[in-house]
């Protein structure tokens, strides 16, 4: 048969697709019959079966002559900030964007009542006659500004969303009790936050018990390299109650003024991506998701991916608990419509049509497999060739030692070994035996 005649170049039209996948998804991507771009391959050369997975370099040049050229799809980002950067986006498109805040610290020092005592003192919270539910991030407005904050039931949970690849946080507000000072939970959720490289806020809550001790908390966090500002750190530490409302301002001002320094922005003109905070099943709504846009809007309608589901966005749940037809930068939503449940640090985004979804949806399972079969088990073996060939500069622990005195001695120990070319730095160090938090943080960082 002879070949497709190729329309003239300019009528091509672009097509995305992933750097790799099959030659079914792509015949079923551009609309012909799988069979004729197996004959277009083996015209340039190429042998392939409707199962094979076919390089971008190699599928750009036989879908000319189907009237398309060949464009990659943007891969996810390395995890970092919202950001995104400038250098792919339109500059004059960008708009600032509300900063996305996590509370973090020991069980019972007051993050709940301290994210209560926002909420209530908002006026965001207080549409549809005060319905509200709980969906694990809230937006909140402060003199004109917004700020979004994100629920998580602790510092796991922040990192098992890194570990995904999500980094969905800006801002992180360690919460520490005045009267009870840092405990092993805090140290824990220090060290998350500066795996993640996000910066960190102090909110010394309970300033009103009578045995409450602000000097005692700001030695203790000058000792865990968090100086505070009044000791000519850089950490902003705010007195603050959640019973009497203490301090609440001033740490809703420190997090405004920081957001402005980092210049958060985004594109709320392009199609949506973001991350997927939590999922559960609904006994009348069935699979729902709340999710926080990153950039782009989401509007009801939109067809998305997350994680390996996908599905068709039926309604949109704003935090207050009213219905929205849209949901821009740095907004959580619930969305009803994913054909099953993606998990907490899932990377979601809207693509064009159904055809996309079911497509994308089986290329990243089928990445997902294949990484999975082929990801190397670490050893010190291998981190000892890659420290030889100067690939690896730096080797991250994280130590766990029966005593607290055994943390110091092998931390001593450790540090003799650093060398020019290679440095050790324990990322978590504390006594007591390996928890799910640890190989948590391991594996996202």
């Given at each position: 048969?002879?070949?497709?005649?190729?329309?003239?170049?300019?009528?091509?039209?672009?097509?995305?697709?992933?750097?790799?996948?099959?030659?079914?998804?792509?015949?079923?991507?551009?609309?012909?019959d799988?069979?004729?771009?197996?004959?277009?391959?083996?015209?340039?050369?190429?042998?392939?079966?409707?199962?094979?997975v076919?390089?971008?370099?190699?599928?750009?040049?036989?879908?000319?002559?189907?009237?398309?050229?060949?464009?990659?799809?943007?891969?996810?980002?390395e995890?970092?900030?919202?950001?995104?950067?400038?250098?792919?986006?339109?500059?004059?498109?960008?708009?600032?964007?509300?900063?996305?805040?996590?509370?973090?610290?020991?069980?019972?020092?007051?993050?709940?009542?301290?994210?209560?005592?926002?909420?209530?003192?908002?006026?965001?919270?207080?549409?549809?006659?005060?319905?509200?539910?709980?969906?694990?991030?809230?937006?909140?407005?402060?003199?004109?500004?917004?700020?979004?904050?994100?629920?998580?039931?602790?510092?796991?949970a922040?990192?098992?969303?890194?570990?995904?690849?999500?980094?969905?946080?800006?801002?992180?507000?360690?919460?520490?009790?005045?009267?009870?000072?840092i405990?092993?939970?805090?140290?824990?959720?220090?060290?998350?936050?500066?795996?993640?490289?996000?910066?960190?806020?102090?909110a010394?809550?309970?300033?009103?018990?009578?045995?409450?001790?602000?000097?005692?908390?700001?030695?203790?966090?000058?000792?865990?390299?968090?100086?505070?500002?009044?000791?000519?750190?850089?950490?902003i530490?705010?007195?603050?109650?959640?019973?009497?409302?203490?301090?609440?301002?001033?740490?809703?001002?420190?997090?405004l003024?920081?957001?402005?320094?980092?210049?958060?922005?985004?594109?709320?003109?392009?199609?949506?991506?973001?991350?997927?905070?939590?999922?559960?099943?609904?006994?009348?709504?069935?699979?729902?998701?709340?999710?926080?846009?990153?950039?782009?809007?989401?509007?009801?309608?939109?067809r998305?991916?997350?994680?390996?589901?996908?599905?068709?966005?039926?309604?949109?749940?704003?935090?207050?608990?009213?219905?929205?037809?849209?949901?821009?930068?740095?907004?959580?939503?619930?969305?009803?419509?994913?054909?099953?449940?993606?998990?907490?640090?899932?990377?979601?985004?809207?693509?064009?049509?159904?055809?996309?979804?079911?497509?994308?949806?089986?290329?990243?399972?089928?990445?997902?497999?294949?990484?999975?079969?082929?990801?190397?088990?670490?050893?010190?073996?291998?981190a000892?060739?890659?420290?030889?060939?100067?690939?690896?500069?730096?080797l991250?622990?994280?130590?766990?030692?029966?005593?607290?005195?055994?943390?110091?001695?092998?931390?001593n120990?450790?540090?003799?070994?650093?060398?020019?070319?290679?440095?050790?730095?324990?990322?978590?160090?504390?006594?007591?035996?390996?928890?799910?938090?640890?190989?948590?943080?391991?594996?996202?960082?």
């Amino acid at each position: 048969q002879p070949p497709v005649a190729s329309p003239l170049v300019e009528e091509l039209k672009p097509l995305k697709v992933p750097a790799a996948l099959t030659v079914h998804s792509l015949a079923e991507l551009m609309g012909v019959d799988a069979v004729e771009l197996i004959k277009e391959f083996m015209r340039r050369g190429f042998m392939f079966t409707v199962n094979e997975v076919v390089e971008h370099e190699v599928a750009a040049l036989s879908t000319p002559a189907f009237g398309y050229s060949l464009l990659p799809l943007e891969e996810e980002k390395e995890p970092g900030s919202l950001v995104v950067s400038g250098e792919e986006e339109d500059q004059s498109l960008l708009v600032a964007r509300p900063p996305v805040v996590t509370i973090l610290g020991h069980v019972d020092h007051g993050k709940t009542s301290l994210l209560d005592v926002i909420r209530k003192s908002n006026v965001v919270a207080k549409e549809a006659g005060g319905i509200t539910q709980h969906i694990g991030a809230y937006q909140v407005e402060y003199k004109g500004n917004r700020l979004t904050f994100l629920d998580t039931p602790g510092h796991e949970a922040f990192t098992a969303m890194r570990a995904r690849g999500a980094q969905a946080t800006d801002i992180a507000v360690l919460v520490v009790a005045a009267d009870d000072g840092i405990m092993p939970q805090t140290v824990e959720a220090i060290d998350h936050a500066k795996a993640a490289s996000v910066p960190i806020v102090v909110a010394m809550n309970k300033m009103d018990r009578p045995n409450a001790d602000a000097e005692r908390v700001k030695r203790q966090l000058s000792e865990l390299n968090l100086l505070p500002e009044e000791w000519g750190g850089e950490v902003i530490v705010v007195p603050t109650s959640a019973t009497t409302g203490t301090g609440i301002e001033d740490l809703l001002e420190n997090l405004l003024a920081m957001a402005e320094v980092m210049e958060f922005r985004a594109d709320p003109l392009r199609l949506a991506h973001g991350v997927a905070i939590e999922a559960r099943i609904d006994k009348n709504k069935g699979p729902t998701a709340t999710v926080l846009v990153q950039d782009g809007t989401l509007h009801v309608g939109d067809r998305v991916i997350a994680g390996d589901t996908w599905g068709r966005i039926k309604a949109m749940i704003s935090d207050g608990g009213t219905r929205v037809q849209e949901a821009g930068p740095a907004v959580p939503v619930e969305i009803l419509g994913l054909g099953s449940l993606p998990q907490a640090g899932d990377l979601f985004e809207a693509v064009p049509d159904d055809k996309s979804a079911k497509i994308f949806v089986e290329e990243r399972r089928r990445l997902q497999e294949h990484q999975r079969m082929t990801s190397p088990t670490f050893s010190l073996e291998a981190a000892s060739t890659r420290i030889q060939s100067g690939e690896l500069k730096e080797l991250l622990l994280i130590l766990k030692c029966d005593v607290q005195g055994s943390i110091d001695a092998v931390k001593n120990a450790l540090s003799k070994i650093s060398s020019d070319e290679t440095q050790i730095r324990v990322v978590h160090a504390a006594a007591g035996t390996v928890t799910e938090g640890d190989v948590l943080l391991a594996s996202a960082s």
